[in-house]
């Protein structure tokens, strides 16, 4: 799922294709990375079809970041949605958590539309911030505050 080109073309600090054990050094890193906490996202039957999770958290600021990519025929059946409200929850409820921030790439709707269903705003534009696709695209920052979290 991780390899497909339209799930990577959201994703900015991602190089594809990598072999296999470079892989799997990233999710043992993680493991021991105190500033990140990641997750599995999983269908109600277990079936594992992405990760989200909370990077660069700065305890003493309470903030982080948000990342998370779903598997592509998982798309629209909102999966998205709910793990990026449960994360925020968490980040905020268990974490402490004031702010959760993101980067957003302009040409990734789908992935706007869940943010601000779930409360971000947006707070910037980055031009031309990322070659993708043969062109330059803008990036979009986006955050959300504890109390704006919509528990739709």
């Given at each position: 799922?991780?390899?497909?080109?339209?799930?990577?073309?959201?994703?900015?600090?991602?190089?594809?294709?990598?072999p296999?054990?470079?892989?799997?050094?990233?999710?043992?890193?993680?493991?021991?990375d105190?500033?990140?906490?990641?997750?599995?996202?999983?269908?109600?039957a277990?079936?594992?079809?992405?990760?989200c999770?909370?990077e660069?958290?700065?305890?003493?600021?309470?903030v982080?970041?948000?990342?998370?990519w779903?598997g592509?025929?998982?798309?629209?059946?909102?999966?998205g949605?709910d793990a990026?409200?449960?994360i925020?929850?968490?980040g905020?409820?268990q974490?402490?958590l004031?702010?959760i921030?993101?980067?957003?790439?302009d040409?990734?709707e789908?992935?706007l539309?869940?943010?601000?269903?779930?409360?971000f705003?947006?707070?910037?534009?980055?031009?031309?911030?990322?070659?993708?696709?043969?062109?330059?695209?803008?990036v979009?920052v986006m955050?959300l505050?504890?109390?704006?979290?919509?528990?739709?």
């Amino acid at each position: 799922m991780f390899d497909d080109p339209d799930v990577l073309a959201g994703m900015s600090q991602v190089t594809f294709p990598q072999p296999l054990t470079g892989i799997r050094e990233w999710f043992d890193a993680t493991r021991r990375d105190d500033t990140s906490a990641i997750f599995v996202i999983e269908t109600l039957a277990g079936e594992p079809i992405g990760i989200c999770g909370l990077e660069a958290i700065d305890a003493r600021s309470r903030v982080a970041t948000l990342g998370i990519w779903i598997g592509k025929e998982h798309w629209d059946r909102g999966y998205g949605t709910d793990a990026t409200r449960t994360i925020c929850s968490y980040g905020f409820r268990q974490m402490n958590l004031q702010r959760i921030g993101l980067h957003v790439f302009d040409t990734n709707e789908r992935a706007l539309r869940v943010y601000k269903r779930v409360g971000f705003r947006h707070e910037g534009t980055l031009r031309r911030e990322h070659f993708l696709g043969g062109r330059h695209i803008d990036v979009h920052v986006m955050g959300l505050l504890a109390e704006e979290l919509a528990e739709g």
